[in-house]
């Protein structure tokens, strides 16, 4: 597993640094309120995947538990989920346009172009599943890694020679097209997902029965969906495109800590479905993995002015920005955190338990906001609630994963208190 585990961050770490030098290039050129656009993209196509309703990964932990029958279907499952997602983009224009803001006419293109970018990205999105199902790390990361580089590529020299961002959305769609060969050619997966000859009335209703076997994993997904895409709304709302583009900047840079998470969410998941690795030892590495993003935290805090400089272009220039870096740090840290028991609790099936602590966390986030944004109506007010309905999350997933240990409990409340009032402390003299 340490093998599959290095070739997994080996890419995550370079396409987190080019993720890194993308921000300032890309804030250079097409300014913060191109930014905020370029977010509200990312956002719509973070709401597609409402569509596969958690089905994708329930069909890796079937996949891992050598049910073949997931071949069958997969053709159905595709066409039935781009049809939905065609016919949804009137709705996605209306999104845009209402909850955003923003004129009709990038509405449109916003919601067409997203649209198509991830009708092109569900293939490679079925060919990853079932390489991570068949534990194919070494290739899987390879793949990621020209996509990525691919992105990347086009980002910048997109942004350095056309300054527009709705080109450069436009290149990123097109290139999707080109990841379904590259992630057909690199996976090797042998499946048919074009395939019309398995689109048939009994195929069509045994998707219905995986979507009925996943709902509750299927609502947990479309909750932490619906919470990002929340935040983007409120900051888009209350404080326009710009205050956006200055919060979707600063997690952009921030959320290249989630390579550690990710990389080891992906390949731990087969691992606990089969319970092939030591689960025994879970409690021990719950406690280290702690250790490890307080010291990445702390690193981070400290690199704030140089971070800033030169990856934010400067567009942190007062406490109210300084604030926001410091509650979307401690809440990116709080996602890295929970990712391994969230891991954890898939693989072992508690989609209801899951998916009831996510409600939970939704209704926490709207509650906070609704107290705290009338006496103090911040950017940062957002990202505090967020942090806290994450506080919240994280400790009863680790809870569950860690059957209801008192020592982590206090351990990891008192960890975070001190994340905060070092933050704090640190920022007050700074500023």
């Known amino acids: 597993m340490i093998k599959k585990l290095f070739s997994v961050y080996s890419s995550n770490f370079l396409l987190g640094i080019l993720g890194v030098i993308t921000v300032p290039i890309l804030l250079k050129n097409i300014g913060t309120e191109g930014y905020g656009y370029y977010g509200i993209y990312l956002t719509i196509i973070t709401y597609f995947t409402l569509f596969e309703l958690g089905i994708i990964k329930h069909f890796t932990k079937l996949i891992s538990q050598k049910k073949i029958e997931v071949n069958e ?28 803001g923003t004129d009709w006419k990038i509405g449109v293109l916003i919601a067409i172009v997203a649209s198509l970018e991830y009708i092109f990205y569900l293939p490679t999105k079925i060919y990853s599943s079932y390489a991570t199902a068949h534990k194919n790390f070494e290739r899987l990361s390879l793949f990621n890694f020209i996509s990525g580089l691919n992105r990347y590529t086009l980002i910048i020299f997109g942004s350095i020679i ?96 989630w390579f550690f998470s990710n990389g080891l969410g992906l390949v731990i998941f087969p691992y606990f479905v089969g319970n092939t690795t030591g689960n025994k030892h879970y409690k021990k590495y719950t406690f280290f993995s ?24 400067g567009s942190i220039k007062n406490e109210e920005g300084m604030f926001l870096y410091l509650f979307v740090l401690v809440s990116v840290l709080l996602v890295a955190q929970g990712n391994l028991s969230f891991e954890f609790l898939q693989a072992k099936g508690k989609y209801k338990y899951l998916m009831r602590i996510t409600i939970i966390t939704n209704v926490a986030f709207l509650v906070f906001f609704l107290l705290i ?20 999350q994280t400790i009863s997933f680790e809870r569950k994963s860690l059957r209801g240990s008192n020592f982590f409990l206090i351990f990891s409340i008192l960890l975070i208190i001190s994340w905060i009032l070092l933050g704090v402390i640190y920022f007050e003299q700074l500023f």
């Open 73 to 100: 279907i997969i053709s159905c499952f595709y066409y039935f989920t781009i049809s939905i997602i065609v016919l949804f983009i009137p709705i996605s224009v209306l999104i845009i346009n209402i909850l955003f």
């Open 162 to 257: 056309t300054q527009n961002v709705f080109i450069i959305i436009i290149l990123l769609a097109i290139r999707r097209m080109l990841d379904i060969k590259l992630s057909r050619v690199i996976l090797k997966e042998k499946i048919r997902i074009f395939d019309f000859r398995n689109i048939n009335k009994i195929n069509i209703f045994k998707v219905f029965a995986y979507y009925k076997e996943s709902i509750y994993l299927s609502g947990t997904q479309a909750l932490q969906i619906n919470l990002n895409g929340m935040i983007s709304l409120i900051i888009s709302k209350l404080f326009g495109v710009e205050g956006l583009g200055l919060y979707r900047s600063t997690f952009d840079v921030l959320s290249k800590i």
């Open 290 to 313: 702690w250790i490890f993003y307080t010291l990445v935290y702390i690193g981070f805090l400290f690199l704030f002015p140089l971070l800033n400089e030169y990856l934010l272009n």
């Open 373 to 392: 944004y009338n006496h103090f109506p911040y950017v940062f007010s957002v990202a505090i609630c967020w942090m806290i309905s994450l506080i919240i």
